[in-house]
């Protein structure tokens, strides 16, 4: 059996899909982050025993230091490696090539006492110490050092952790 659609037939189905797919607010390009986004609210704790953070954003109160994020030839980095920052810096990674990319900080290789604030300080993140994907070029996200306590931060790109794309960040006096 075959089936013509005509100009009615292919107006309608158009129409039908298009109230199926609802309207509603477009979400933000993955990585789009910029400096005048609303910071999100720091993550609830997953266990239902462990109390709310009460942690709240910070802003940087010092120097913003880049990150670049790349995949090339060459292969997976984050550029500097390893970055030594005072608190209440802030460190913009910036995606250059090969996304997506992301930033994820290691929960169990944090300063003590550092997981909520830090967390606090990551704008629209998709899971506790995790930043949104970077996919377009020279897109950045920027993570506040504010009221963090000094020591080794250290993260890894989800999509390339497997390719070595790993780094750290020092806060120091």
Known sequence: MRVRFGMGMAAA???????????????????????????AAAPAESASTAPASTAKYMAATGKTWEVKMIGDAQGYRFDPKTLTIKAGDAVKFIMVSGGPHDVT????????????????NMPNSVAPLQAPYSIDPNSAYTVSFAGVPDGVYKYYCTPHLAMGMVASITVAK
Not at 14 to 27: P, Y
């Open 13 to 39: 189905v158009l129409s039908m899909a298009m109230v199926a797919c609802g309207g509603g607010e477009k979400a933000p390009a993955a990585g789009a982050t910029s400096a005048a986004a609303a910071p």
């Open 105 to 120: 900080f290691w929960a169990d290789s944090i300063p003590g006492g550092a997981k909520d604030q830090l967390a606090a």
